[in-house]
């Protein structure tokens, strides 16, 4: 890689590739499209940032003309990747960036538009921003090298795909393009083949949560969470806490009726503007509020070092989503615990994650006064019967999924190459140039293995 890419990885103290970085960052450098599947955390932001800032430091690409697209489904993901994007880039005098997200005012909006005109070699975006600016003509991306996608199961569930494929038809053919995505499930797989030419496919084996994070469940009915909110706050030290709901309204509620508690805490959801988000985050991050309630927004890609309790009030719809919402706590060698409140309506899911995690949860008993709880009712297997030669279920049908379990997995610490046996950028294709040929599938079972423990 460029030598200024180097000596900024160098004066960051990152040493050790993760895997995703591994195997990503040669095939980025020799001009293939990529697809990979990993999950946030592995340190895959540095994965396609690298090698992309080190072609456009090593030059041949147009100054007045927008060189590479990330796009990125959240504002707080879009602002994360700008930030490495300044500390990576610190040595390139010559290679320039700006961040493109909705819920702004206008300065923000003329600055978004003075910077594009210029030509900012790297432009980090949320969709629906892109789009406005690409419908009044603000926006030209007829020469662009790089597109890369981040977080495409994620755009997938916000609604955001029939954008995509709009931006996608501004692009060249030329472009090299670049998907990320923690699963992998049909639409996204139908959305790579209309995205990537002959792409390298990269997966990365889904992590199980961290050793250091102690994971309990309380089973409830729903009126009791609050009162066991107020329990855990009551008994021990309530800073440094993350509340997740998967639903915006459900937040809202929590929020209002903790603050009624005197519980000094903040929301994060998207229906609030971009300046309430920054300012909660902010307020959150320096330890002037201690418990933040947030949507699944908060799970993703946001990197606080030393949240000490994430409770998750519902269950999550999936395990990849535990995963991610539990991953708040225990990073940088840290410990933490996970609480979730498993209703009875939430009980089938939660024993779908304790069968992807391989163990049990361990249960806690709801405080005194509370009542008793529902029972924790655990799934049979159906019995079979033969009939005609053959098994037969005596349920309905096929089991959903053909029996398969989903996949989950966890942040993993974040470390970035180390200077030695890297690729030389003399050797790479300028211009996103694609060598043609088959595509190629890589598969990966190690964990991340990097020195810095800082997680991403």
């Known amino acids: 890689m460029n030598d200024n890419i180097l000596d900024a990885l160098y004066d960051m103290h990152f040493e050790d590739m993760t895997p995703i970085q591994e195997q990503c960052i040669p095939e980025i450098l020799d001009g293939y499209d990529v697809l990979g599947v990993a999950q946030t955390g592995t340190g895959k932001t540095a994965a396609y940032l690298l090698p992309i800032l080190s072609e456009?430091?090593?030059?041949n690409f147009p100054k007045d003309a927008i060189n590479a697209v990330i796009m990125s489904p959240?504002?707080?993901l879009a602002q994360q990747i700008d930030q490495a994007m300044?500390?990576?880039g610190y040595y390139l005098d010559d290679v320039s960036s700006v961040a493109v997200y909705g819920g702004n005012d206008g300065n923000r909006y003329d600055q978004e538009l003075r910077s594009m005109r210029m030509g900012a070699d790297v432009l980090i975006a949320t969709p629906g921003r892109l789009l406005s600016h690409l419908k009044v003509g603000n926006l030209d991306l007829s020469r662009c090298s790089f597109f890369v996608l981040d977080e495409a199961d994620r755009m997938l569930d916000m609604g955001f795909i029939d954008d995509i494929l709009k931006l996608v038809k501004e692009l060249p053919d030329s472009c090299q393009r670049i998907m990320f995505s923690a699963?992998?499930?049909k639409k996204i797989r139908e959305l790579a083949v209309q995205l990537l030419h002959d792409p390298v496919e990269i997966q990365i084996a889904v992590s199980k949560p961290a050793e250091k994070i102690r994971q309990m469940a309380y089973v409830c009915y729903e009126p009791q969470k609050l009162k066991i909110i107020q329990h855990i706050f009551n008994s021990g030290d309530l800073q440094r806490v993350i509340i997740f709901s998967g639903k915006k309204e459900r937040v809202k509620e929590i929020t209002r009726k903790l603050k009624s508690m005197h519980i000094n805490c903040d929301q994060m959801h998207s229906d609030l503007s971009q300046a309430e988000r920054d300012e909660a985050m902010f307020r959150f991050k320096a330890g002037k509020t201690d418990v933040l309630v947030a949507t699944d927004i908060v799970a993703r890609g946001i990197d606080i070092d030393d949240i000490r309790l994430v409770i998750n009030y519902d269950v999550p719809t999936d395990s990849e989503d535990?995963?991610?919402?539990?991953g708040r706590t225990a990073r940088a060698d840290r410990d933490g615990e996970a609480i979730t409140f498993v209703?009875?309506?939430?009980?089938c899911r939660f024993q779908s994650i304790e069968h992807f995690?391989?163990?049990e949860v361990e249960k806690v008993a709801l405080p005194e006064g509370l009542g008793e709880a529902p029972e924790y009712k655990k799934r049979e297997k159906k019995p079979t019967s033969r009939r005609n030669g053959r098994w037969h279920s005596k349920g309905h049908g096929k089991p959903k999924n053909g029996g398969k379990s989903k996949n989950g997995g966890m942040p993993k610490n974040d470390g970035t190459p180390k200077n030695d046996g890297t690729p030389k950028g003399d050797d790479k294709p300028q211009n996103g140039g694609k060598p043609k040929g088959?595509?190629?599938k890589k598969n990966n079972d190690n964990k991340a293995h990097s020195k810095d423990q800082s997680g991403s």
Do not use: A, C, N, W
Request: proline share 3%; glycine share 10%; charged share 40%.
């Open 56 to 59: 456009l430091d090593d030059g």
């Open 74 to 76: 959240t504002r707080e």
């Open 86 to 88: 300044q500390g990576f």
């Open 183 to 185: 699963t992998m499930p």
């Open 322 to 326: 535990y995963v991610h919402r539990i």
């Open 343 to 347: 209703s009875e309506d939430d009980m």
């Open 357 to 359: 995690l391989g163990k």
């Open 438 to 440: 088959k595509s190629k």
